[in-house]
């Protein structure tokens, strides 16, 4: 320049040098940040606010973000340097005005770099904020760049000076960089809580599988899969709890198997049970019952609990008939073999208290009640290839299915004596 010395120009660009030096360092110490506060971006925004007022020689600076909550959108100060009234405290908190300097600098996305902010409108108009900025802490040139993403501004680099000094276009163009180096920071922090947000919750979801899969392996150790899947699509294991029910109660066993027991080989008693609960089983499940129950020999079926029918009676009379018609064609298996073995069906309907009973590790779901003890003492009456019913399934069902009297009966533990009916031709009608 005209009227410097060697030794001015020598002096000069070695403060050019030094100020490119500082800005590269800063630059580098700010990348460095960011890399390592991906979860926090708080160290990253306090070191760009303070850079930013040391390498504009400004008197304070501050950064903003817009905040909204509760459909109310405020302007929060996250990070300040050289703060001289508590006007400029972190953590501070103004509503948003869009008529304001700062509202123009975030609605328009731009930068604002006010000579003097005597000039400005909003203190010209009293705006206390404004005023007390003025006149009490003496500032004049204000530099606001906003902080965009997606071509939206959600907060600002604010600078200050307390004389009349614009900042000038390469401290703007600083500013700038700051800024974009700002919305990495904030940006890598939020997809950072976004992330650990997500995996939280998928591994909140992953324990709710496994517990809900230890959940249904519990169930189904005494309860049909229909019964465990309905109690778990819903939720909820109220319907496992102690209840009156109206059931359908079917009780069966295979006739003469004491006395085959007493003289089998003790394979030949298990493969006999196996066969014999495996086909069983099959045709349980093929009629939708809601639990069965298996002791010796002998089985229950309960239909109507813990999952409704229409028809529990019918429903039971329907799985009787289909076991006596597969247990002819064991029978006739079984007797080529040397085995004489039958079967007899007791068939009850009535109300009776359901639930699970037991202890950890060993629940059973079942059902107690005169219609339980009716349906055993009616199974234990049963000769071969019988079915037989009491008075009130037969009633349930005397339109479906032929039915005669077998006679009046007195049951053990039932007190009177009973009608007892017995399905006269046992085929599906």
């Known amino acids: 320049m005209p009227g410097q010395t060697p030794q001015d120009t020598t002096a000069n660009l070695q403060a050019e ?32 606010t303070r850079n930013a007022a040391k390498l504009c020689d400004a008197s304070g600076a501050g950064l903003w973000l817009l905040n909204t909550t509760r459909n109310t959108t405020q302007l929060a100060s996250v990070s300040t340097v050289n703060p001289n009234t508590p006007s400029f405290s972190p953590g501070l908190v103004y509503p948003f005005d869009p008529n304001s300097p700062m509202g123009h600098c975030l609605q328009d996305a731009r930068t604002i770099n006010a000579a003097d902010i005597r000039d400005d409108p909003y203190y010209l108009d009293g705006e206390p904020n404004n005023v007390k900025m003025i006149e009490e802490v003496g500032i004049r040139s204000r530099l606001l760049v906003p902080l965009v993403e997606n071509s939206t501004a959600f907060g600002c680099i604010s600078l200050v000076r307390l004389e009349v000094r614009p900042f000038s276009d390469d401290e703007i163009s600083l500013i700038g960089s700051f800024a974009e180096q700002a919305v990495i920071a904030i940006g890598n922090t939020r997809q950072f809580n976004a992330l650990n947000a997500l995996n939280a919750e998928l591994s909140d979801r992953v324990r709710e599988q496994v517990d809900e899969i230890d959940r249904m392996a519990r169930l ?33 066993d295979i006739r003469g198997f004491s006395a085959f027991c007493a003289t089998a080989e003790p394979e030949e008693t298990i493969e006999v049970l196996q066969t014999y609960y495996r086909e069983m089983g099959q045709l349980i499940n093929a009629h939708g019952a809601g639990v069965d129950h298996r002791m010796g020999d002998g089985i229950m079926v309960l239909f109507n609990d813990p999952l409704p029918c229409d028809d529990p009676a019918g429903d039971a009379v329907r799985l009787a008939i289909d076991m006596q018609n597969r247990m002819v064609d064991l029978s006739r298996q079984w007797k080529r073999l040397g085995y004489k073995l039958g079967f007899g069906v007791g068939i009850s309907f009535g109300y009776a208290t359901a639930g699970m009973v ?72």
């Open 220 to 252: 189904k150790r005494f309860l049909p899969p229909a019964v465990a899947d309905q109690v778990l699509s819903q939720g909820s294991d109220q319907i496992l709890s102690s209840h009156r029910a109206l059931l359908g109660v079917l009780f069966c």
């Open 358 to 429: 037991g202890y950890e590790g060993r629940y059973d779901y079942t059902a107690s009640g005169t219609a339980i003890n009716l349906a055993s003492r009616l199974c234990d009456e049963a000769e071969d290839g019988e079915i037989l019913l009491s008075p009130r399934a037969s009633i349930a069902v005397e339109g479906s299915f032929p039915l005669k009297l077998r006679g009046t009966y007195a049951l053990k533990g039932l007190g009177a004596p009973i009608d007892i009916f017995k399905l006269s031709q046992p085929s599906a009608p």
């Open 17 to 48: 040098v030094k100020r490119l030096r500082e800005r590269d360092a800063a630059t580098r110490e700010i990348l460095t940040l960011i890399s390592q506060n991906r979860h926090d971006e708080q160290p990253v925004l306090d070191m760009i």
